[in-house]
């Protein structure tokens, strides 16, 4: 049977790390402040936005929510983020995805000043990762890399297989497994026979968004499977992997939930403090 790789157990520790980086910030009179922009009321997006906020509240960063209706306009919501650009209690500024369906997501993710750009989905920040260059990575991938390294799962030399090619988590997972010398394979849905390709996965990464697209068929014995995928099924949360079954063939598997989500949340939390000690400290 798979190790778990437990997302409780190492958000807690990237937590913990952050709440005493916090502290060390409020000594120098600097209290890190994340702003979070909802729109709309769709229900997975609030429970999502929730989390973040006590997750604030546990490290001591300064959080504040700002719900719009879900009529908001392209020109209010800038005119939010344009607010937020110039407030300076704010490190970070969070746009929580996805946007009704008559909002213009790239184009508001543009106004986010980039060293506010806490997700890092700014044109600017994806391109420092696609350089290699310093700056405020994904909150996802970092995570996935974090558990990784948590877990001493090798990543250089082996050959990790990212299902999903999506610009906020298979593209910017890639480029991290790349940067940390893995071989990557990038699958998608045009891809031809998937299962040959993640059958040569060491590490196998996926982010599709469709329940139990990988079986144990598709699983090299003893391969770290990370699960991203949050799919609502029959009133559950379940990721993309068929976990039961995926578990007697992989070395390391990450559950949903309690894997991937909780790190995500974490990373977050460590992307305030790094703004925060870039930009003002
Ligand atoms: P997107 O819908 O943006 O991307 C999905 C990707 O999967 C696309 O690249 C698509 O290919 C690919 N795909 C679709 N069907 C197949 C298939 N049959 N075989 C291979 N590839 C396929 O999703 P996201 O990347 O935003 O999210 C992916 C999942 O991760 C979702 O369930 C989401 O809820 C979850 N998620 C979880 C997070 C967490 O913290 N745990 C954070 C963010 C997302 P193509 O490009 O060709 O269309």
């Known amino acids: 049977m798979a190790v778990i790789l437990d997302g409780r157990e ?18 120098n009179g600097i ?30 960063i300064y959080s504040r929510t700002l719900i719009l209706a879900s009529d908001t306009t392209q020109a209010q919501l800038e005119k939010q983020i344009a607010d937020l650009n110039r ?33 890092g989905f700014h044109a600017l920040n994806a391109g420092r990762l696609m350089l290699s260059l310093d700056g405020v990575l994904p909150c996802t ?30 593209k910017p997972a890639a480029l991290l497994l790349l940067q940390e010398n893995a071989t990557v394979t990038i699958c998608h849905s045009r891809t031809q026979d998937l299962k040959a ?3 040569q996965a060491d590490i196998l990464v996926a982010a599709v968004g469709k329940p139990k697209l ?14 991203v995928g949050i799919n609502r099924a029959n009133g559950r949360l379940v990721g993309d992997v068929d976990f039961e079954n995926v578990s007697k063939v992989a070395g390391y598997i990450s559950p949903v939930p309690g894997g991937v989500g909780l790190m995500t949340v974490a ?4 992307n305030v403090v790094g703004l925060a000690s870039r930009n003002r400290a």
């Open 10 to 27: 190492y958000s807690n520790i990237a937590l913990d790390q952050v709440a005493e980086k916090v502290q060390a910030l409020k000594k």
């Open 31 to 60: 209290t890190p402040g994340l702003a979070v922009i909802l729109v709309g009321d769709d229900p997975a997006s609030q429970t999502y936005v929730r989390s973040k906020g006590k997750a604030c509240d546990r490290v001591g």
């Open 87 to 119: 407030d300076d209690r704010i490190d970070g500024i969070l746009l929580q995805l996805p946007l009704p369906a008559h909002l213009d997501e790239q184009h508001a993710l543009s106004c986010i000043a980039p060293e506010k750009d806490v997700d």
């Open 214 to 227: 990988i079986t144990e068929d598709m699983i090299k014995p003893g391969a770290a499977v990370i699960d």
């Open 141 to 170: 991938p970092k995570g996935i890399i974090f558990m990784l390294k948590q877990a001493e799962i090798p990543i250089e030399g082996e050959h990790a297989v990212v299902v999903g090619r999506s610009n906020i988590v298979g």
């Open 267 to 270: 990373m977050l939390m460590d």
């Open 197 to 199: 390709l993640t059958r």
